[in-house]
C-alpha cells in the first residue's frame, strides 16, 4: 500500500500562481513514478504531469507545458507541483497518484491516490 497526502490548493487570480506537495509513505518503492491529476466539475480526470524517481524523467499534458513545472525530492518522497500562469480552465481538484503499471498518462496505470486539493482559478 502506498499512501497519499495532498497540499497547497487554494484560490488565486488569474495569472498567479499555485505550489502543490504531496507526500507519499507506505510501499513508496512499489511505484517508481508519481503523477498528478486533476479533475474539473463534470469532466473526465486528467493527466497534468509525472515523475520517475530514478532518473528525474518528467511528462506534461501538452495543456500545461511551460506553465507547469514537477519535481521530488527522492529521499524525503515527496513531489511537488508548480503551477504558474495560471488560467481559469486549471480550476480543478489535483489528484496526486502513485504508479503501478501501463500508460503514464492513463489514470486506470495509477492504483494509489491522495484525496485530492481543490485549486480555483478566478477570472
Known amino acids: 500500500q502506498v499512501q497519499l497526502v495532498e497540499s497547497g490548493g487554494g484560490l488565486v487570480q488569474a495569472g498567479g500562481s499555485l505550489r502543490l506537495s504531496c507526500a507519499a509513505s507506505?510501499?513508496?518503492?512499489?511505484?517508481?513514478?508519481l503523477g498528478w491529476f486533476r479533475q474539473a466539475p463534470e469532466k473526465e480526470r486528467e493527466f497534468v504531469a509525472a515523475?520517475?524517481?530514478?532518473?528525474?524523467?518528467?511528462y506534461y499534458a501538452d495543456s500545461v507545458k511551460g506553465r507547469f513545472t514537477i519535481s521530488g525530492d527522492n529521499a524525503k518522497k515527496t513531489v511537488t507541483l508548480q503551477m504558474n500562469s495560471l488560467k481559469p480552465g486549471d480550476t480543478a481538484v489535483y489528484y496526486c497518484?502513485?504508479?503501478?503499471?501501463?500508460?503514464?498518462?492513463?489514470?486506470?496505470?495509477?492504483?494509489?491516490w491522495g484525496q485530492g486539493t481543490q485549486v480555483t482559478v478566478s477570472s
Open positions: 497518484a502513485a504508479f503501478t503499471g501501463g500508460y503514464i498518462n492513463n489514470s486506470n496505470s495509477y492504483a494509489y
Open positions: 507506505g510501499r513508496t518503492s512499489s511505484s517508481i513514478i
Open positions: 515523475l520517475t524517481w530514478i532518473d528525474g524523467s518528467t
